[in-house]
């Protein structure tokens, strides 16, 4: 697969796609379709008959495991679990991008520069009533590049069309675009950047993954795929762009420069504000795209959509990895960031102990791994007779293992400007729970659990359908 036109032949013939041929409206009506149709586990959707436009948009990408299976080059049968496992084993193999002539790149069908630019052409959807305008990047990613060390960095961050030729940029504090911005910040220059509507969706889960800084995005893309990314030198900025996008915006970002941009309905299910802010834009110099380009879009909102199968997958192996890999942390089984919870406000564990405390070890580190000091408010550890994603057994153990007097609270800790649980003007710190809801290794008297007879559940297996079932 390497590129959107790729996907949709697959969940076609798989049955994960749905064409809408009927005229949908872009504001309003394209996302409450989109919507209504992924809180019922439905297909992916690409609408062909958009209002005012003739440029189709696809939603829904990955809003559940079948889809996400088949990005990965899974069987579409394979369960979520399953497909973190597989998350995890991939990325140790990184194969760098393949660079393509120009000629050869479907994006390069069509170049738009200067005042010819008018992103309006395109059909971008008003998501929600009180957004503050049309949203064309939800399921896209910025390109930017380290002017240091050349580092490419793949992210998704939020664009609101604010002009013929501007989007909104979110480059929330910390983040690797908002390191880079304040690195040409410095030298007194802009940041070139290209933003990516359409293409392959892994390389979208990877722009939104917790990918560790000075790795490229797309040395992982290759490393899972099997096979170099395919990419392409820019038109106006000195950035790899992916060969087979849909649309490519490509522009700079002044870190002095600022319009007025939002509220959007974000993916907490509540509004990151309640007006507009200013922030940081891209001034879009060209745009290329393909022949009859496809517009790629997430509803975002309420949970589960896109963004929060997404960052549950990538969210949960990213943590899984570095408590593992990197922090050597023994005896971890697995690890679950419920879609529910975003991938990021909550993780679960299950792990082996071995030694006394260490579940508290476990508890500790994963809010002091680079994926988890960000966001992450709650912990759970469970034993490992327990799969971290099998939610009744959890809600067991937080039942009949977890004593709050075993609990820790953590007061003070890095949070996300996105957390709906705190005041909108005080969203730096977040409190943090962590929850051991394990038999403790050091008890020399532990409960003993109710068996059944191995052999009789064999006999019984024997007459099932004897008995009827």
């Known amino acids: 697969m390497k590129s959107m036109r790729d996907f949709i032949e697959l969940a076609e013939k798989e049955g994960e796609l749905k064409r809408i041929t009927a005229e949908v409206d872009w504001n309003l009506e394209l996302s409450h379709i989109a919507k209504l149709n992924e809180e019922a586990q439905g297909p992916a959707l690409l ?71 008018d992103l309006y052409k395109f059909p971008v959807p008003h998501f929600f009533p009180l957004d503050g305008g049309r949203y064309i990047g939800t399921a896209h990613f910025i390109i930017t590049k380290d002017p240091d060390s050349g580092w490419v960095n793949l992210g998704t961050y939020r664009s609101q069309l604010l002009g013929k030729n501007k989007i909104g940029t979110q480059f929330i504090k910390g983040k690797h675009a908002d390191q880079m911005l304040k690195k040409y910040q410095k030298m007194g220059k802009p940041m070139p950047c290209a933003s990516i509507i359409g293409c392959d969706p892994l390389l979208f889960i990877l722009g939104a993954a917790r990918v560790s800084a000075n790795i490229s995005e797309y040395d992982v893309y290759g490393s899972i795929r099997g096979e170099a990314c395919e990419v392409v030198m820019g038109e106006t900025v000195d950035l790899p762009i992916p060969a087979h996008a849909e649309i490519v915006l490509e522009g700079e970002c002044d870190a002095e420069k600022f319009m007025e941009e939002g509220p959007f309905g974000e993916y907490t299910g509540y509004y990151s504000g309640v007006g507009t802010d200013p922030r940081n834009y891209m001034d879009i110099k060209c745009v290329t795209h393909r022949d009859n380009p496809i517009m790629y879009s997430t509803t975002v909102g309420r949970a589960v959509t896109d963004t929060h199968m997404v960052m549950a997958l990538s969210y949960g192996a990213t943590l899984w990895q570095q408590l593992t890999e990197e922090m050597n942390i023994p005896g971890i089984k697995s690890v679950y960031c419920p879609p529910e919870g975003s991938g990021r406000f909550l993780a679960i564990i299950s792990v082996e102990t071995r030694f006394p405390g260490h579940a508290d070890q476990v508890l500790t580190a994963a809010i002091s791994t680079e994926m988890g000091h960000y966001g992450l408010k709650t912990v759970i550890v469970v034993d490992d007779d327990i799969d971290a994603w099998d939610i009744p057994r959890v809600m067991y153990a937080l039942s009949f293992r977890f004593q709050p007097n075993r609990s820790q609270v953590i007061k003070r800790g890095r949070s996300t400007p996105l957390d709906p649980s705190l005041p909108i003007d005080a969203r730096e710190i977040t409190g943090r729970l962590l929850l051991d809801a394990t038999i403790p290794y050091e008890w020399k008297k532990k409960p003993i659990p109710i068996t059944l007879d191995s052999d009789m559940v064999e006999k019984v297996k024997g007459r099932w359908s004897e008995l009827g079932f």
Do not use: H
Request: one cysteine or more; aromatic letters at 4%.
């Open 47 to 117: 609408f062909e008959n958009v209002k005012d436009y003739d440029t189709p948009v696809i939603t829904s990408t990955c809003t559940t495991a079948q889809k996400l299976a088949l990005i990965m080059g899974m069987p579409k049968d394979t369960p979520l679990p399953e497909i973190l496992r597989g998350w995890v084993k991939m990325g140790d193999n990184p194969i760098p991008p393949k660079m393509l002539d120009k000629k050869d790149a479907p994006c390069k069908q069509n170049i738009i520069k200067g005042d010819d630019v």
